[in-house]
């Protein structure tokens, strides 16, 4: 389902280069659940943007269902990431001007779903935020904002979800009912890989890829209860 | 140092209210460790806006240091700000048009205080960002973001510290050395308030406020290793 190899990602700063992602290879297949773990900078986003289709890497190849990554035109890169992909941003990434349900309708509208808003309505009560739903996001909690942005990326049911770091603003409980969602999103088919930096998150899933200094340091399957 | 009598916010929106804080009460004294803790939406960030003095409340009353911050004009507000308060925002707040350098200034500038870039290289020194020093926020990771916004906080030596989940988008390892640095300045003085997810952290405050549903649930007072 998705093959990374050699992957790498340079960014320039005036006459300074950051090695943010150095040749990092593997595979995921169709349904797994994956978690992705390491220190602050190591390179968790800037993977998770050219996994997203969000970006395209300095060197390496990135193949998404066999289709070579780098060989897709502009439409084609954003077509992928409407019918196939969620992605829960780091930073949420809402638009400041709509409602919380305006955000997650969103990609279905793209998508010409019908039954936008009922579907949007649906996802909105399945992060438990039915009643801020005419909230815009500065009227809404920091973890309110995470869970709109979850909202969003699920609601088209997509078949791969990329969540970085999506419990960070919230409390335990309300973070264990977030990812008994994914585990449920997982056992329906859905390939899923979260980059987090919460253990009992990571105890959760059955494998985990550990980044350190843009290098994938540790690659392990676990048992999980 | 900080006394909260039936602090209350009310936010409208439309024809509906949201109670966010609803009679609030505790004393805080000078040199105190607390952390508050509380489901997504309980009233933790609306709290911390209203000691921050960045906002007003609806109802009771907030005195610092024996001042009715309702008495205040706005640029004796702002004074207040600048001097005596260091603030780390859930989301941080960075200008993205703004190195990393100049977001940890510019308080100093603010304050006219002199040897404003020596002071600003070194706290990011202290949260370990002293190569990331050119990078605007837009350059920098998640949890770099959260550095910077913590070493804007701490530049002036503020006599208090208002943390909004300072470690929320950190490695357990990067988010200890910040909690050592905090507990360092609370050792040099600091009154310090962190609102925080994590159990780890909270366990390390010798007292936690709980919130729920806008009101103080429970006030915490353990002794900590
Ligand atoms: N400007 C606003 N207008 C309307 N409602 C608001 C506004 N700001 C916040 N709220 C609501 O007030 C409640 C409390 O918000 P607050 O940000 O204080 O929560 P919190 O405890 O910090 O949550 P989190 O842990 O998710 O950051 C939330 O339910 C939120 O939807
Ligand atoms: N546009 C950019 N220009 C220059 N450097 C960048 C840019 N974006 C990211 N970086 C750098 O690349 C490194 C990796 O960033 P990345 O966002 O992938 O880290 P991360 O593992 O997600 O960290 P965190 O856990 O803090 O979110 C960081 O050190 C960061 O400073
Ligand atoms: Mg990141
Ligand atoms: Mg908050």
Same mark, same amino acid.
């Given at each position: 389902m998705i093959e990374v190899a050699q992957l790498s990602k340079t960014y320039r700063l005036g006459n300074q280069e950051v090695y943010a992602l150095r040749e990092v290879s593997f595979n995921i297949s169709k349904g797994e659940l994956v978690s992705i773990m390491g220190p602050s900078g190591s390179g968790k986003s800037t993977l998770m943007n050219l996994l997203?289709?969000?970006?395209?890497?300095?060197?390496?190849?990135?193949?998404?269902?066999?289709?070579?990554?780098?060989?897709?035109? +502009?439409?084609?890169? @954003?077509? $992928?990431? =409407?019918?196939? %992909?969620?992605?829960?941003?780091?930073?949420?990434?809402? *638009?400041p001007r709509a409602t919380a349900l305006e955000n997650v309708e969103l990609p279905l509208l793209y998508g010409r779903i019908p039954q936008s808003r009922i579907k949007a309505l649906d996802s909105l009560d399945k992060v438990g935020l039915r009643d801020r739903a005419k909230h815009r996001p500065n009227e809404l909690s920091g973890g309110e904002r995470q869970r709109v +942005?979850?909202?969003? @990326?699920? $609601?088209? =049911?997509?078949? %791969?979800?990329?969540?970085?770091?999506?419990?960070?603003? *919230?409390?335990?409980?309300?973070?264990?009912?977030?990812?008994?969602?994914?585990?449920?999103?997982?056992?329906?088919?859905?390939?899923?890989?979260?980059?987090?930096?919460?253990?009992?998150?990571?105890?959760?899933?059955?494998?985990?890829?550990?980044?350190?200094?843009?290098?994938?340091?540790?690659?392990?399957?676990?048992?999980?209860?």
């Open positions: 997203g289709c969000l970006d395209l890497p300095s060197g390496g190849s990135y193949h998404l269902a066999n289709i070579d990554v780098q060989s897709l035109k +502009a439409n084609e890169l @954003a077509e $992928v990431r =409407n019918k196939q %992909i969620g992605f829960v941003f780091q930073n949420f990434n809402l *638009l +942005a979850i909202a969003r @990326a699920i $609601v088209n =049911n997509p078949s %791969i979800i990329l969540a970085d770091e999506p419990t960070g603003n *919230l409390d335990s409980k309300t973070g264990v009912e977030i990812l008994n969602s994914f585990k449920q999103l997982n056992a329906e088919g859905a390939t899923i890989i979260l980059v987090t930096h919460d253990p009992s998150v990571s105890d959760q899933c059955p494998r985990t890829l550990f980044m350190m200094d843009g290098c994938l340091s540790k690659d392990e399957r676990k048992p999980v209860s």
